[in-house]
């Protein structure tokens, strides 16, 4: 005999729902825009297929433009503990991994991330909103980075190697809009900070 569900449970369904229905108006959002163009495209017409109202679209997107981009998941708690813990290699290493990781496990777990990759090579007003997205994403690389070194949270070192791991991003992801190849975006993102890395290696001496 079960019990009724707990606090914790109830807020995972709740997160749940939210989830379904955010990925039913961005896949919606996506199915419009790839048909008829984003700029053919109203917010009104979006919430009316999505069958949702416009204030429940601008509780879950800014812009028609945000509601085309898949859901980024939260960093998986081992891969955080796994960057913030080990010594073994360094941290733009742990970056390239913990970036890896977290690409990686959204490409598994959403539908709309291949769609997106079409949407995007479409539609270049896109840009702006994903590079606002990686803006964020920087700050919290930031914090990452001072918990696994031990500094305050705006130190400058953190915030110049989380400002320096979003800009390699950057690269990668504007290779991967224009591929033609079929890398994968993690793919892109670890060959970029390989080059940075081999890059600043310190030679041998050669004596």
């Known amino acids: 005999m079960t019990g009724p569900p707990t606090q914790a449970q109830g807020t995972d369904r709740t997160e749940g729902r939210r989830r379904e229905l955010r990925e039913t108006i961005s896949s919606v ?3 419009l825009a790839l048909e008829r163009g984003l700029d053919a495209v109203t917010v009104d017409e ?8 416009r204030r429940t679209f601008f509780n879950y997107f800014p812009s028609k433009a945000a509601a085309c981009i898949p859901d980024a998941f939260p960093p998986d708690r081992d891969a955080v503990h796994l960057f913030l813990t080990d010594r073994s290699v360094s941290t733009l290493t742990a970056l390239t991994r913990l970036l890896w990781l977290q690409v990686a496990m959204a490409r598994q777990e959403t539908p709309l991330f291949n769609r997106f990759h079409d949407m995007w090579r479409r539609e270049p007003g896109i840009r702006t909103e994903v590079h606002a997205i990686l803006s964020r994403t920087e700050d919290e690389l930031a914090a990452l980075v001072a918990r696994r070194e031990g500094r305050d949270t705006g130190s400058v070192e953190a ?11 950057r690269v990668a992801v504007e290779q991967w809009r224009t591929d033609e190849s079929p890398t994968l975006l993690e793919d892109r993102i670890r060959e970029s900070f390989d080059a940075i890395i081999r890059a600043t290696e310190i030679p041998p001496d050669d004596a």
């Open 159 to 169: 915030a110049t190697v989380a400002a320096a791991s979003i800009a390699i991003v």
């Open 46 to 53: 979006i919430a009316k297929a999505a069958n949702v109202s």
């Open 29 to 31: 959002a996506l199915d």
